[in-house]
């Protein structure tokens, strides 16, 4: 059983698109996040939640909103595509905040 | 603001050398430390995670250092194989979910 869950695993789109990047745990953590990986391979931290409250949203984009429907789903729905949003996109989980994540496989959008 | 430096960027050693990877943070109040593995076009493995309170963790052929006070940390590898050829990604956790990463090493062992 995977731990953590992205799906789709690939995603190309058109600039102005909307699209959405499902996550799930089944490991019973209290928080997720999602990390963004850009071409340089830096890892960036875009939101966490806990709980299905929102506790840190690090500068992005209000094109990003994450919807969290349970504890165990977190789920990233990014509006109006832009070339630089191509990247790879991770979700992760821990049991509470900072105490070791767990990563999912990530899922590589590509805006054409 | 947490910035993370890891040294080298990039590493090439012969199979069976033992090895240190480098990983220092300037705010030293941090939650813990976590070491991860990044195999190409892959996710992150988590590897060794170090509690404030703690100075090192051991797993296998890998063992990790914590030097709050100094804001380092190392990644000792053992006896080094192909198979640990990866990027190997520090992240110092702060409060409130703050998590910064290191750009990370690439480590090449070969046969």
């Known amino acids: 059983d995977t731990a953590v869950s992205q799906t789709p695993k690939y995603l190309v789109t058109q600039m102005g698109n909307d699209k959405s990047i499902k996550c799930e745990q089944n490991?019973?953590?209290?928080?997720m996040y999602w990390y963004k990986q850009d071409s340089k391979k830096f890892l960036k931290i875009m939101f966490s939640?806990?709980?299905?409250?929102?506790?840190i949203n690090e500068t992005v984009p209000n094109r990003f909103s994450p919807k969290s429907p349970d504890k165990a789903h977190l789920n990233l729905h990014i509006n109006s595509l832009e070339l630089g949003d191509s990247a790879v996109y991770f979700c992760?989980?821990?049991?509470?905040?900072?105490?070791?994540?767990?990563f999912g496989s990530g899922t590589r959008l590509t805006v054409v | 603001k947490q910035e993370v430096t890891q040294i080298p960027a990039a590493l090439s050693v012969p199979e069976g050398e033992n090895l240190v990877l480098n990983c220092s943070f300037t705010?030293?109040?941090?939650?813990?430390l976590q070491w991860f593995r990044q195999d190409p076009g892959k996710g992150l493995t988590s590897l060794l995670l170090?509690?404030?309170?703690?100075r090192e963790q051991t797993s296998g052929r890998l063992n990790a250092s914590l030097d709050k006070s100094s804001g380092r940390s190392t990644l000792y590898i053992a006896a080094s194989q192909p198979g640990d050829s990866a990027t190997y990604l520090c992240?110092?956790?702060?409060?409130?979910?703050?998590?910064?990463f290191g750009d990370g090493t690439t480590l090449t062992v070969k046969p």
């Open positions: 992760a989980s821990s049991p509470r905040d900072n105490y070791g994540y767990t």
């Open positions: 490991l019973g953590h209290d928080t």
């Open positions: 939640y806990n709980n299905k409250e929102l506790i």
């Open positions: 705010d030293s109040a941090i939650y813990n």
């Open positions: 170090i509690q404030s309170s703690q």
């Open positions: 992240d110092a956790a702060g409060n409130a979910g703050k998590s910064t």
